[in-house]
Each structure stands twice: as structure tokens, then as C-alpha cells.
């Protein structure tokens, strides 16, 4: 577990004021679940037999003897959520989330015991359509962080029934080759044989060229549903590959999954991954609502964005040079008349003190485009001095009271707009 240091903290504000506006410019509204909910509702969502719950997650006994873990995605908190508050059977409905998980992994880049999501989520559509517009928006959210590369892969997993006979052919072809499976998959062949699909060993994966196909106990629906999300998804343009051992690690997933994958991140190169999941309402308690969502890490969208399009750091616009009698007060109450009247400026005082070329040093270290200096000299005239730290422009004077108006127009230029003030 990790801190996230200040020096980060630009690329973490970046992220997340992008899929707030993409979030909300597609009618999603937010929903905070608690890090802490009951052991049961993720060993009945996500599967006993997953490695999530049966190896990763963080759980104990409380005190009245109930047993609680710390979750481990967010998705099942949501469906509680929701189930719990009544919000489901309206209009279809759209939820997104961000925060704290928790997975006792072995840590490596990108993959941290606590780790942030960002995830939505879709309740009441039923058909290809909602499935292809996620992706198109997670596409969105790629532009608007500046990210390239990333490619994505889909696969059908078809209904509970489909999977369960193709389960048993897998378990009986596996089965006969156990000879050739690895410790790992001889644990899963018994509990769980579709994970094995998704084996990262070369000769297990060798083994499974010769495995049966789930295509092959697909039905008509199944087919059609996952035909037609392939059509939307090339109608916007969004390119794709399907990768028929795609299986997800959790076993509410049913019909569309998909992933996010980057080569730049080494062996964790999935960045954003879900899918549909129609029955896990039923399973949390409530009656048969389809759904459909997904969660994007946040730890390893912020490396890709400092390795290909990292944003300015969120540094001071000016900082104030203080010096001589009454200089501090003074300066101080400027300051605040600048955050009062010039929206989104950002003001740094200095405190405590120095000379002049001593608070020079600390306005160039704070990174501040402009200095301005208030001394006795200048509070007598009733003016401040704009130095510009950034670039050979000549400083300036400006009346005090015509200070925020200047630094609106400044602003305004600094940023695009005609005047952030207005």
C-alpha cells in the first residue's frame, strides 16, 4: 500500500475531473458505497471459487461475531446498494463510483494491495446497445486524458446454462490432459475450469488449441447479442479483436466481456475491464435485472498518462513578495481580494519572512508565471509590481484596486477564455 505524493496529485486531479464530465455527458450519476461490507455478499457475487476469495481478499470477525472484508471490487457493493435503497426498477439506471480496493496480491507495477477504481454501471437494458456505448465511452475517456494505444478485446460468455454444459466438456477435455496442466490449473480444474482459459503459461496455453470452443454451445441469443455489439462497435469506429479465451476473473460475468489492454505497463497491461453480469441482482437477493458495467484502475491509468501525455502540474499562478512595513497584512488581504474576485486563480503569500532575493528563490521554486511584489514602496503609491518569472516580459505597476481586473484578463488569456471573472 502506497501514499499518493503531492507531486502525483495533478495526474490523479486530472483523471478524475475527465470521467466526471464524460460520467455526467452521458447521464451517469455517482453513487459511494463503504470500503467495508459483509464477507458473503463477494463469496456469493464474485465466486467461492475464485482467487479473489479465496486468496485476496482482506477479511476478519468484528466484534458481534459477524465477518467482514474489505472489498475487493465494487461492483457487488453497488448491486447491494441499489437492491437496498429501492433504486433499480425505474428507468434503466446509471451509477458510477470511484475509491479505495483492497487485494492481498503479490505487489508489483501497477498492482498495489490498495488499489482505486473507477467504475459505472448499467441496470434495466438488456440489449447489445448499452454494452457497445460503454465502450464508446470508455474510448471518450481515453481521448480526453491524451492516451493512445490502448486496444481492445471482447468475448461472449453466453448464459449460465451455456457455460455450465461447455463447463463440463472443458472439465472432461482438461481432465483427460491433467498431466500437462501446471499446479495453478490442477487447483481450478475442479472448481472453476473456465479460469484456466486465461492460463499465462505458454504450455498450458499450447494444451488449449485443442480445447473445446464455448462458440460452440452459444445459442441463437447469445450469438445475435454479441453480433450485434460487434456492429455497433464498428459503426463508431472503435476498433477491436475478439479473444475467445477471454474469461474474466469473477464469475458474475455472463454474455459480453471485455478488456482495455496497453503494452506499456509491462505484465499488468490491462488498464480497464467488465462486462455484463444479467444475473448478479438475483444472486444479491433482488428479482432477474440485467446489468452491465466496468472498472478502470486508476493506478495504472496515472502511469500511462505520465509516460505519454502528462498534464501541468497544478503550481500557483503568482506568488506575493512581501517586504517591509506593513507588507504582510497588507499582502495577506490581496491575496484573499485575488481568490475572492478572480475565479480559479491560484495565489501563493509568502510566510515567515526573508529578504527579497530569498522569497525570489521560493516564488521560482513554487513553479508561480508572475511575482507580485509588495513592499513600503509600493504600499506608499498605492501599487504592485508584476514581475514575470517565466519569460523576458517587462514588469509592471498596477494600482492595487485595479489588480483583479488585471489579473482577470491575464487569466483569461493564460486559460482561453475572454474572462474567467465575468
Not at 487485494?103 to 448499452?130: L, S, Y
Not at 468475448?155 to 454444459?165: C, I, K, V, W, Y
Request: charged content about 25%.
Amino acid at each position: 500500500m502506497h501514499d499518493i505524493l503531492p507531486s502525483d496529485m495533478h495526474l490523479w486531479h486530472q483523471l478524475e475531473k475527465t470521467v466526471r464530465t464524460v460520467f455526467s455527458s452521458y447521464g451517469f450519476s455517482e453513487i459511494r458505497i463503504p470500503v467495508v461490507e459483509k464477507t458473503e455478499l463477494f463469496a456469493r457475487a464474485i465466486g467461492e471459487a475464485t482467487d479473489v476469495v479465496e486468496k485476496e481478499m482482506y477479511s476478519f470477525e468484528d466484534r458481534n461475531g459477524d465477518f467482514l472484508s474489505l472489498r475487493p471490487e465494487g461492483t457487488a457493493g453497488v448491486v447491494r446498494a441499489a437492491i437496498q435503497n429501492n433504486l433499480l426498477y425505474a428507468a434503466p439506471l446509471r451509477l458510477w463510483y470511484m475509491g479505495s480496493m483492497f487485494r492481498r496480491e503479490r505487489p508489483q507495477k501497477g498492482r498495489t494491495r490498495q488499489f482505486h477504481q473507477v467504475g459505472a454501471e448499467v441496470f434495466g437494458a438488456a440489449g447489445p446497445d448499452i454494452d457497445a456505448e460503454l465502450l464508446v465511452m470508455c474510448q471518450r475517456i481515453w481521448r480526453g486524458l491524451g492516451l493512445s494505444g490502448l486496444r481492445l478485446e471482447i468475448n461472449s460468455l453466453g448464459t449460465a446454462d451455456e457455460r455450465s454444459q461447455y463447463r463440463k466438456e472443458l472439465h472432461g477435455f482438461l481432465s483427460a490432459n491433467s498431466q500437462e496442466l501446471d499446479a495453478d490449473s490442477l487447483r481450478r480444474l475442479d472448481r472453476n475450469p473456465l479460469r484456466i482459459l486465461d492460463s499465462k503459461n505458454p504450455e498450458v496455453q499450447n494444451l488449449l488449441k485443442d480445447a473445446p470452443s464455448l462458440y460452440d454451445y452459444l445459442g441463437d441469443e447469445s450469438n445475435q447479442h454479441f453480433s450485434a455489439c460487434r456492429s455497433l462497435l464498428e459503426a463508431f469506429g472503435v476498433n477491436y479483436t475478439v479473444n475467445p479465451r477471454l474469461v474474466r476473473g469473477l464469475d458474475y460475468y455472463s454474455h459480453t466481456v471485455f478488456e482495455w489492454i496497453t503494452d506499456q505497463l509491462g505484465a499488468q497491461g490491462t488498464v480497464c475491464a467488465g462486462g455484463r453480469y444479467d444475473g448478479l441482482v438475483e444472486i444479491q437477493g433482488g428479482r432477474p435485472w440485467p446489468g452491465v458495467g466496468f472498472a478502470m484502475g486508476q493506478e495504472r491509468l496515472v502511469e500511462l498518462m505520465r509516460n505519454q501525455a502528462e498534464p501541468e502540474p497544478e503550481v500557483p499562478h503568482v506568488y506575493l513578495v512581501l517586504a517591509g512595513a506593513g507588507s504582510v497584512e497588507n499582502g495577506l488581504k490581496l491575496a484573499e481580494q485575488l481568490r475572492e474576485h478572480v475565479p480559479g486563480i491560484r495565489a501563493q503569500s509568502n510566510l515567515g519572512g526573508g529578504s527579497f532575493k530569498s522569497q525570489f528563490k521560493r516564488a521560482d521554486r513554487s513553479g508561480a508565471r508572475l511575482a507580485i511584489v509588495l513592499g513600503e514602496d509600493e504600499l506608499r503609491l498605492g501599487q504592485a509590481t508584476i514581475k514575470h518569472l517565466r519569460d523576458d516580459t517587462s514588469q509592471e505597476q498596477v494600482a492595487l484596486d485595479q489588480l483583479s481586473t488585471w489579473f482577470r484578463q491575464w487569466l483569461g488569456q493564460e486559460t482561453g477564455s475572454k474572462d474567467p471573472g465575468a
